[in-house]
């Protein structure tokens, strides 16, 4: 579907630290976050008038600036030379500001991306780190006012500075600034060394090497849609009771998911799938990191015809983490080793734990977190993560956005519509 543009006005700046970086600073980035370097992080924050009326250009950087540098690796560049492993540049060369304007209020805008997700695309940059790397930004963030005085906060973020929990970190943390009470205030500085990989003691299940061009990002077989479904608390209550109720939302969820898209696929039901989950322990507070468990469930039974139970026990056992073998696999090649993480397998992700409602203006939280990830493989991945409590929606439900081959999005949404009245 070819959406109208109802975005104008736009332009671009660029803030840097505060304080100045230095000439010989460097961030290396860890093989995880190089396995992850075809994929980025879309985000858009819906504000009231209320929130962020009185708040000009100006007094948004503000707290950009003294944000940076406590983060001055996401204000950098990546950096090739010949032969060499890839590292990021912190130069000061800046994060990324766009302005600009919309001509429909937000209310109205709201409404009419329930049936056309692709509009959110409007409000955030979906730029990628292309041949001339050094001059591509890693984090552009989006203004938009919409006509009534709202306005919407656009995050695009490159997956190689970190995973989605630090991305909602990184900004949330702006809004903390903002406020004038920020809760980290350390400097994070720019990582120097890292820890090599040994040799992979098996190929990794969950991931693949795939070969790009110049451009950082997969070059799909299929045309891919985006989609998000809400399930309210009593939806998920009589899901999870489906299961014996002794499976976690995300557990349940995913075995309804996964079952479904079996059930489209037919002979190419996905008997493998991958599992991604917060690895909070191995973070350091404030850090911008990838830390995920990744691994992999099979089934050797018919998807379709089983039990959500059956499935939910397969996932929830999934928990040998395949993260050393990808680290490895990616050390093989000095870190330039092009990696598929989301859709090499149909690829289930708990984002649970994110803080996506963690950002707020004058007290206020945003009245909706729309989320989405470029770079998905053809197989396809559920992104599982909280509703705002308490606002149009039942607490403790769950929004799953789902990226697919867009030839399945219509008929997902169909039987879910039919089966659990879940849209």
Request: with cysteine; proline share 3%.
């Amino acid at each position: 579907m070819v959406s109208d543009n109802y975005v104008y006005g736009v332009r671009t700046s660029s803030v840097v630290p505060a304080t100045v970086t230095g000439e010989t600073a460097v961030h290396e980035l860890t093989n995880l976050d190089w396995s992850m370097k075809l994929h980025y992080l879309r985000l858009v924050y819906y504000f009231e008038k209320d929130a962020v009326e009185g708040l000009d250009i100006p007094s948004i950087k503000k707290p950009m600036f003294l944000m940076l540098d406590t983060y001055c690796s996401a204000s950098g560049r990546v950096r090739r030379l010949e032969g060499q492993r890839p590292f990021i540049k912190c130069n000061d060369a800046g994060v990324r500001i766009v302005e600009a304007k919309c001509s429909k209020s937000l209310e109205e805008w709201l409404e009419q991306v329930k049936g056309e997700h692709s509009l959110h695309r409007q409000l955030v940059s979906d730029q990628v780190i292309d041949p001339n790397s050094q001059f591509s930004p890693l984090v552009f963030v989006q203004y938009t006012y919409f006509k009534c005085g709202g306005m919407s906060i656009g995050l695009s973020w490159a997956h190689v500075l970190g995973d989605a929990f630090t991305a909602a970190m990184f900004i949330n943390m702006w809004g903390q600034i903002l406020a004038g009470k920020p809760k980290i205030q350390a400097q994070y500085l720019p990582r120097t060394q890292i820890e090599k990989a040994g040799k992979p003691s098996k190929k990794p299940l969950s991931t693949k090497q795939i070969h790009v061009k110049d451009r950082w990002i997969v070059e799909n077989e299929s045309k891919m849609e985006t989609l998000s479904f809400s399930i309210t608390e009593t939806q998920l209550r009589e899901l999870q009771s489906k299961v014996s109720g002794k499976f976690s939302a995300f557990e349940a969820i995913s075995a309804l998911f996964w079952r479904c898209l079996a059930h489209i696929r037919g002979e190419k039901q996905p008997k493998m799938i991958t599992i991604c989950r917060n690895d909070a322990g191995a973070k350091g507070e404030g850090m911008l990191s990838n830390k995920q468990i990744i691994s992999t469930a099979e089934a050797d039974f018919d998807i379709p015809g089983a039990q959500l139970s059956e499935l939910a026990k397969l996932i929830a056992e999934s928990i040998e983490d395949e993260s050393k073998e990808i680290e490895a696999m990616v050390e093989t090649e000095n870190g330039l080793a092009d990696v598929l993480v989301y859709g090499t397998n149909l690829t289930f992700v708990n984002l649970e734990d994110a803080e996506f409602y963690g950002l707020e203006i004058k007290g206020k939280k945003p009245v909706h977190v729309s989320f989405n990830l470029d770079g998905v493989g053809d197989e396809g991945a559920v992104f599982v993560h909280r509703l705002l409590e308490n606002h149009d929606q039942e607490a403790g439900g769950r929004l799953v956005t789902v990226i697919m081959p867009e030839n399945q999005v219509l008929q997902l949404r169909n039987e879910l519509k039919e089966e659990w009245n879940i849209n």
